[in-house]
């Protein structure tokens, strides 16, 4: 886990919580869209994560921060048994100045900022899981092997005008492939300028 990750989210939104799990005893941290353990670290409360995210002391007062319970809506446990890995995406795109990957859920197309698997940089490979809330709402558990490194929540930034732009996307790159096969097909053969011969 790369701590100066963690703190880059908390600064850009200048807060960060501290989830006590009393059961496990670990603290989890969160910039309000990801969730990130703190294992082999000490505890922390209000004063000192803001030391350990390196929180300039003239800056601190522009933060909020708090420590609470863990959500009780969430899984914050290795395993969960309805749990469903998702296929490996290779697109990603840009949407007002946000870069957003598309996760192919049971529930349809979801999104997220890849920025919150940067502290997970330092980790051998990860896989992402979807799970579902108590309400039935999904959201992402990234996990190396059987143990939970990350919990992210989705994005679906402007729906109607995200999936208008992709369609107009999709309906130009038919047609930059209707001309490529036309081209391709026209170079195939040549007529001599002289005889008007076809020459294959």
């Given at each position: 886990?790369?701590?100066?990750?963690i703190?880059?989210?908390?600064?850009?939104?200048?807060?960060?919580?501290?989830?006590?799990?009393?059961?496990?005893?670990?603290?989890?941290?969160?910039?309000?869209?990801?969730?990130?353990?703190?294992?082999?670290?000490?505890?922390?409360?209000?004063?000192?994560?803001?030391?350990?995210?390196?929180?300039?002391?003239?800056?601190?007062?522009?933060?909020?921060?708090?420590?609470?319970?863990?959500?009780?809506?969430?899984?914050?446990?290795?395993?969960?048994?309805?749990?469903?890995?998702?296929?490996?995406?290779?697109?990603?795109?840009?949407?007002?100045?946000?870069?957003?990957?598309?996760?192919?859920?049971?529930?349809?197309?979801w999104?997220?900022?890849?920025?919150y698997?940067?502290?997970?940089?330092?980790?051998?490979?990860?896989?992402?899981?979807?799970?579902?809330?108590?309400?039935?709402?999904?959201?992402?558990?990234?996990?190396?092997?059987?143990?939970?490194?990350?919990?992210?929540?989705?994005?679906?930034?402007?729906?109607?005008?995200?999936?208008?732009?992709?369609?107009?996307?999709?309906?130009?790159?038919?047609?930059?492939?209707?001309?490529?096969?036309?081209?391709?097909?026209?170079?195939?053969?040549?007529?001599?300028?002289?005889?008007?011969?076809?020459?294959?």
């Amino acid at each position: 886990m790369i701590i100066k990750k963690i703190a880059a989210l908390c600064k850009s939104v200048k807060g960060v919580t501290l989830f006590d799990d009393e059961e496990n005893g670990i603290q989890w941290i969160t910039d309000g869209y990801a969730v990130y353990p703190l294992y082999d670290m000490p505890r922390m409360d209000e004063k000192t994560i803001l030391a350990v995210l390196d929180v300039p002391g003239d800056k601190r007062g522009e933060f909020r921060v708090r420590s609470t319970k863990l959500p009780t809506n969430l899984n914050f446990n290795d395993d969960d048994d309805n749990e469903r890995m998702l296929p490996e995406m290779d697109i990603g795109i840009v949407f007002r100045n946000m870069k957003i990957i598309p996760a192919r859920t049971s529930r349809g197309l979801w999104f997220f900022n890849p920025k919150y698997l940067e502290p997970l940089n330092d980790l051998d490979g990860f896989e992402i899981y979807e799970r579902k809330d108590k309400d039935g709402k999904i959201y992402f558990a990234i996990k190396t092997g059987f143990m939970l490194q990350a919990i992210i929540m989705p994005k679906l930034p402007e729906p109607e005008v995200l999936a208008g732009r992709l369609r107009r996307l999709a309906d130009e790159l038919e047609t930059t492939l209707h001309y490529q096969t036309a081209a391709e097909d026209a170079e195939q053969f040549h007529v001599d300028a002289d005889t008007g011969e076809v020459i294959t």
